[in-house]
Each structure stands twice: as structure tokens, then as C-alpha cells.
């Protein structure tokens, strides 16, 4: 017999009892995907007018079985298991009838469409067979746009107000091994052929092994193990045979035994044919941030960034000492919400804690002793705040410390707007930075590992000064290293030339204005010298402005340091033998490529200037901050302690007491005059004359190459013998005339002399 549902919904929109029939069916196994969509029509709508819902979503559960089933069918797995779901779907469509009749007087549902008969269901069981499907002929990126163009359909509407109970995916509860054994499998019925122990085993192992992923790791590496793939007709296709406790067993059976869904088995098999060996969670590297997420990562970035010194040895950014970081917590949350934010936008302490984990560890705030000199007044407001009394002397202290902290951030953001000024237009403005890298980290040769015969050998001394030139060019930026064997005095005079061969580098390409950044070290960059040779770059008409910027000590490291801690990683990881080894290293270890030079000659631009410098000039060790222009057709120079205050000397500066200006009564407070007189171009500066006496070359020869031939190379060694053999060319001065570079710039002057 067969069993129909028909509604009457004529009179008061109820089922009719009396149009329940009962009877069997014998479901074949090739069935059609159009069968178990008339069945998740019936029940779907069955849904709306039942109380019973938990039996409706067991029956919803087992469509999506069916489903799953049918697209991922295989032989002698797939029959059984399609026969056994129609099977349950028939038994819950009996009690959901009953149901239905028991609860006819309580509907009240007016807007359900007529249920569909079963009986026409029946009769389709044997028409449009499903045509079974191997292996090699599934592909699981089909399967998943099947499966997500079908669940829509699957998906009843429910008008209940029952919420409707999610499905658990995979069960984690251990079957009885009873009726595992009673589950088809193949022809050879090899399930039966496994001892009860063994099944309870495996399936209890199998679902210890924890999560989703670490299972499917489990499967694939089982098909690895167990399988074989041949190659037919073009079209890959797997053999399988496995193994429990030493009984061979087909693919259904393994899968019964593990309780595993043959859609995910196919979905693992795919995996081993198309030879991936590495199961990884498909929501790993997610590329989207959450928005609060974002707005954190940005106001911390953009805060390190600027007020954070670059280390020039390693790849870290070292933040003020007194910082800690639910100080730096609290300042972000303070300053968002005075941004209007609200607080459901602001991330809470833990995340903050991840984010500068995971995003921005190169961020770090370093107590205690420090590789560098650090800040006075750092150091001080520490001390203070540690030994402080009472709240409200703390508060003052703290108070203190950010306006200290803000004072930096401002002078950084001098340099970092000038920065951002010469990439955008080059014509407008040219900014520099120059500096010195730590001198042990280039010594020659240097050895990834120093064994305990190389640990104590000497080593050939050498120094680094590099620059970087802000420009429009695809990184922004132009790197330049020059390197020397310590032969001159690092002191002005080579600050002076390496400033010179930068400029020449980019001479047709030079700004209406020069932006330098130095270090504040008075012997090799804030000295008269440096300074007056400002005034030569605006006297010849190179620049109409020049601006020199110091940022304060204990802050010096900007982003050329950051270069140069690049330049030390690349050295702690190769052996560098030679100088050309260490040239070459240099040039690769940043991005863009570093242009390299090995300095042979220096212009003596100290002794050149001596005589022209004003014989007052002085009082220049606290301003960190100078401008030269031309005014009334004179070059003058300006300065400022910090750049919030107005430009010295100002109008009405004849008047003031500042302590810090004191020496300087009397100046013209239009500016002052750094030079007497103007040096001629067509003198050309004499050369510095070069010196290895601080090398100690006859104690070095002795080590090198001989003490290192057991870790050196053979082209090493000949290189180090030849470079022994003329070591006093390194002593000698040019000859042949060369172009002053001071000359050369004034020929592609941007201004005209008026």
C-alpha cells in the first residue's frame, strides 16, 4: 500500500484525519535527487502545521543525509545507506502523521499550500535513476556549489516560534558496536568479519583525536598509507584497501567503523589526488580586520612611528622607558573617545595586549640598562615618578612625562613632514639624513660563528657612514652607504662630503629647499663647519632655504637606523671574509638596493672654511633647529631650541633675558651672518690626508689570513694578500684633478642670482 497526505484547508485550514493512510513501501537504492526534494517539500510544510518539531528536524536532518549521500555516492557504501535514510524518513513520517492528527484541533495556520502525495513519491522511486558515480568523477569544488544551491531548498520556513536546534555536524558519542557490524558495506560483507573490541576501539580512537582538521589529517594520512592512485583514460582513480587490527576491509567499511560521512571521505580522497599532504582549517589568514580592530592597529602604528627610536643593530623600535603599556592602553582610549569615538569602538586591554603582540612586536619598551645613551630628562621623570609620595605629586609627574613625550613626537614630525614634503614634490623640497653606523658590527672578517680559534683574532677595523634621499621614486627613497677602513678622521669633514655626494647623486633633480637631519653629536655634525657650509648652499644659489634639524639625545634613530639595523642582520647571517664581501652584502640587505662606495678621498672643507667663518660665532650647541635664506641679498641664519617656538632672532629680541641667548646681544634680529667673507669656488679644497696607524696593520697581518685560513675560502685568502701587498694606496692622496663637488652644484643652481 502506499500512504498520501492530502489538506483541506476549505473550511477552517485543517488537516482532514481521515486522509491518513497507512501502509509499506520498498524503497530501491538508485534514487533521484528530485525524490528527496518531494520529501523535503512534504515535511517542510509539515512543519508548519506540527507541534512535534524536534521529530520535523530529525526528519530535515536526514534529507540533508540523503542529499549528501546521493552527491557523494559510491559504490556499494552509497545503496546501503541512501536505502536505510528513506527508511528513516518513512518511520518519522508515520509519528509526524499521528502527530499532525492528534493536534488537528489546535491549527490555526490560513496561509499553507497543499502537501504533496506520497504515494506520487512512491511511484517515482523507480524512475529517472541516479546514475552512480566514481572516485575519479567527483570533484569537491562541484559538490560544495551543488550543496549551497540545493540547501535553500532544504530549508524549511519555519513560522514556529520554537527555535530550531542546530545540527551537529559530526556525532562524538560512541556506538554500539551491535549494530555497527549489522551496517552493509560490499559484497564480501567484511564488516562482519571484525571482532566487536576492535570497533569500539578505533571509533572511540578516532573521536579522541580532538578537532575537525586533526581528524581529516588522521583520514588523509590513513589514505596515504592504504591507498594507491592510477591514472585511466586520463582521470585519476584510487584503489583502496585498508586494514583494522589486521582484517582487510573496504572503504565502507572503514568508514562505518570510524563513523565517518562518505561526503567527507570524498572530500579527504580529493585531497590525496590532487597531492596535497598537508591539511590546514579554511579559516586560517583571514585578510579582514574588524573595524575597532583597524582603527587600534592604526592609532598605534601611527603613535610608535613617531615618537619611537629606530635601533640601528637590530630590527626594533625602542619606545620611551617610562612608558608601560596600559599607560599607552589608557592614552589610546582617552584620546579616541576625545575623537568622538564610541566605546564599542575601542578595543578592550587584553585585545590591545594581542594586537601589539602579534601586529607590532618590533615595538618595545626597554627598562633598565640600554645599549644607547638615553634621555635626560627621561631618565629623571623615571626617578621622580618611582620615588614619588602621594597621588597627586605622581599625577604631576605623569603629567610632566606626556608633554615630554609630545615634545618629541612634534620634532620627529618635523623631519617626518619633510620626509613626506620631498616624496610628493621633489622640485619643492629635498630632504636628507645622514648618520654613522655602530663601528664593531662591520669589522673584517666577520664569522656567523666564532669558533674558539677565531674568537680571539683581530680583526680589520671599518666604518659605515649611510644617508638617506627622500624622493619620488618608486620606495621613496635613495639609500647610499659609504664605507672606509678608518684611514680619516670621522669627524665633520666627512659628514660635509657625504652630504656633497648626495646632493651630486640627485643634482638635476634638487628642490627650491634643503632639509637635513643629523645626529646631535657636535664633532661630526652640529658644529660651525656643518653649519657655515649651510650658509655656501644658499650664498651659490644651490637652495633658496636650508634647514638643519638635531632631534634631542636619547632620540636620535630615525629611519636610517632602521637601514642599518638591516645591514646587521644580513652581516650575523653570512660569513663576510672580505670588503668586497661586505660591499656586496650591504647592497642586498636592504629594499631598494643600497648604492655603494668605498670611500678612497676626502675634501678638507674644515680647513677650506676656517678662515671665512665669523669669529663670533658660537652659542650653537642648544638650538635644534637652524634656517639659512637670503635676506636684503644676505645669507642669514635663524634657530630655535624646539620647532613650537618662533624663529631667533625676532623683532623685539634686543630686548629679551633668555638665559640660553645671553653672548648674542646685539645681533641684527633679522639673522646671523656665519661667514665674514665668501670662499672662491675655483679654490678647490685641499685632500685629508690619510692615516691606517689607528688599523695597527702590523698586529693584523699577523692574523689575517694566515690565523684564518681553516674558515676561509681560497679566493678570500688571495683577496686578503692582495689587499696586504698595497695597503699603502689606501695612504695616498689623488692626483689627477677632480671636480669640486661644492662648483658642480652651483652649475645646476635653481635660482637665479639676483
Not at 105 to 128: A, E, K, Q, R, W
Not at 217 to 224: E, P, T, V
Not at 247 to 270: D, E, G, M
Not at 516 to 529: A, G, H, I, M
Request: with cysteine; charged share 25%.
Amino acid at each position: 500500500m502506499t500512504m498520501s497526505v492530502e489538506a483541506d484547508y476549505r473550511d477552517h485550514g485543517t488537516i482532514d484525519p481521515s486522509r491518513v493512510y497507512d501502509g509499506t513501501k520498498s524503497w530501491t537504492p538508485d534514487t533521484s535527487l528530485q525524490t528527496i526534494y518531494d520529501l523535503s517539500d512534504v515535511f517542510t510544510k509539515s512543519s508548519l502545521v506540527s507541534s512535534n518539531t524536534s521529530c520535523l528536524n530529525s526528519i530535515g536532518d536526514s534529507v540533508h543525509t540523503i542529499y549528501d549521500n546521493l552527491t557523494d555516492e559510491t559504490d556499494g557504501l552509497m545503496s546501503h545507506v541512501t536505502c536505510t535514510s528513506i527508511n528513516t524518513i518513512y518511520d518519522a513520517s508515520m509519528e509526524t502523521l499521528s502527530d499532525i492528527q492528534e493536534h488537528s484541533n489546535l491549527l490555526n495556520t490560513t496561509d499553507v499550500s497543499d502537501l504533496h502525495d506520497i504515494s506520487d513519491i512512491g511511484d517515482n522511486l523507480d524512475d529517472d535513476k541516479h546514475e552512480h558515480t566514481s572516485y575519479s568523477d567527483l570533484d569537491v569544488s562541484e559538490d560544495d556549489q551543488m550543496f549551497s544551491q540545493t540547501t535553500k531548498r532544504f530549508k524549511p520556513d519555519r513560522m514556529s516560534s520554537t527555535p530550531i536546534k542546530p545540527k551537529r555536524r559530526y556525532s562524538q558519542q560512541v556506538r554500539d558496536p551491535t549494530t555497527v557490524v549489522t551496517l552493509q558495506c560490499c559484497g564480501d560483507e567484511c564488516m562482519q568479519e571484525l571482532p566487536m573490541k576492535a570497533i569500539r576501539e578505533m571509533e572511540k580512537e578516532f573521536k579522541d583525536i580532538g578537532s575537525e582538521v586533526k581528524q581529516k589529517a588522521y583520514i588523509l594520512q590513513r589514505i596515504r598509507e592504504n591507498c594507491k592512485c592510477d591514472v585511466l583514460n586520463g582521470r585519476k582513480i584510487v584503489n583502496t584497501h585498508f586494514v583494522i587490527r589486521g582484517v582487510p576491509v573496504c572503504a565502507n567499511a572503514w568508514c562505518h567503523v570510524l563513523n565517518i560521512s562518505v561526503k567527507r571521505f570524498t572530500v579527504v580522497l580529493n585531497l590525496y589526488k590532487n597531492n596535497v599532504t598537508t591539511v590546514s582549517h579554511g579559516n586560517l589568514g583571514s585578510r579582514y580586520l574588524t573595524e575597532k580592530t583597524a582603527l587600534c592597529l592604526a592609532w598605534m602604528r601611527f603613535t610608535f612611528e613617531r615618537i619611537g627610536d629606530y635601533m640601528p643593530h637590530k630590527n626594533e623600535v625602542h619606545l620611551p622607558p617610562t612608558w608601560t603599556k596600559e599607560y599607552v592602553y589608557k592614552r589610546m582610549k582617552s584620546e579616541l573617545l576625545t575623537r568622538k569615538y564610541d566605546l564599542e569602538m575601542i578595543v578592550s586591554a587584553g585585545h590591545f595586549r594581542r594586537i601589539w603582540l602579534h601586529s607590532l612586536s618590533e615595538f618595545k619598551i626597554r627598562k633598565g640598562n640600554r645599549e644607547f645613551a638615553v634621555c635626560t630628562t627621561c631618565v629623571q621623570l623615571n626617578q621622580e615618578y618611582e620615588t614619588a609620595k602621594g597621588e597627586e605629586e605622581r599625577a604631576k609627574i605623569k603629567e610632566a612625562q606626556d608633554q615630554h613625550d609630545n615634545t618629541l613626537t612634534i620634532e620627529r614630525r618635523v623631519y617626518h613632514t619633510a620626509r613626506e614634503l620631498a616624496r610628493r614634490d621633489p622640485k619643492e623640497i629635498t630632504t636628507v639624513i645622514i648618520d654613522g653606523m655602530d663601528q664593531s658590527k662591520t669589522n673584517l672578517p666577520s664569522l656567523v660563528v666564532r669558533d674558539k680559534t677565531s674568537e680571539n683574532l683581530l680583526q680589520l677595523l671599518t666604518h659605515v657612514t649611510g644617508g638617506l634621499h627622500h624622493t619620488d621614486v618608486p620606495h621613496g627613497k635613495i639609500p647610499y652607504v659609504y664605507l672606509d677602513l678608518r684611514q680619516f678622521p670621522h669627524d665633520s669633514n666627512l659628514t660635509m662630503n657625504v652630504l656633497l655626494w648626495m646632493l651630486i647623486a640627485q643634482k638635476e633633480e634638487l628642490g627650491r629647499t634643503l632639509h637635513t637631519q643629523l645626529d646631535n653629536c657636535y664633532r661630526e655634525n652640529k658644529n660651525k663647519f656643518v653649519l657655515s657650509l649651510g650658509s655656501l648652499l644658499v650664498e651659490f644659489d644651490i637652495f633658496e632655504e636650508v634647514y638643519f634639524s638635531f632631534l634631542p639625545v636619547g632620540h636620535t634613530h630615525e629611519d636610517v637606523d632602521q637601514m642599518f639595523s638591516r645591514i646587521a642582520a644580513a652581516i650575523r647571517k653570512t660569513n663576510i671574509y672580505t670588503v668586497n664581501d661586505l660591499l656586496h652584502a650591504i647592497v642586498n640587505s636592504y629594499t631598494p638596493g643600497i648604492k655603494t662606495t668605498q670611500v678612497s678621498s676626502l675634501f678638507n672643507i674644515k680647513e677650506w672654511l676656517q678662515p671665512h667663518i665669523s669669529t663670533t660665532f658660537g652659542g650653537h650647541s642648544k638650538p635644534k633647529h637652524f634656517r639659512f635664506r637670503k635676506i636684503d641679498g644676505k645669507v642669514r641664519m635663524q634657530y630655535r631650541k624646539w620647532s613650537c617656538m618662533p624663529w631667533k632672532p625676532h623683532p623685539g629680541y634686543m630686548d629679551c633675558d633668555d638665559d640660553e641667548d645671553s653672548g648674542r646681544q646685539g645681533d641684527d634680529n633679522r639673522g646671523l651672518i656665519c661667514l665674514d667673507s665668501i670662499p672662491n669656488l675655483d679654490d678647490v679644497p685641499q685632500w685629508v690626508i690619510p692615516s691606517l696607524e689607528k688599523l695597527d696593520l702590523d698586529a693584523v697581518k699577523r692574523h689575517i689570513p694566515d690565523q684564518y685560513k681553516h674558515r676561509m675560502p681560497d679566493y678570500a685568502i688571495q683577496e686578503w694578500r692582495n689587499f696586504f701587498s698595497n695597503v699603502e694606496e689606501y695612504e695616498k692622496t689623488p692626483t689627477s684633478p677632480v671636480t669640486w663637488p661644492l662648483k658642480e652644484l652651483s652649475q645646476y643652481a635653481k635660482i637665479e642670482v639676483k
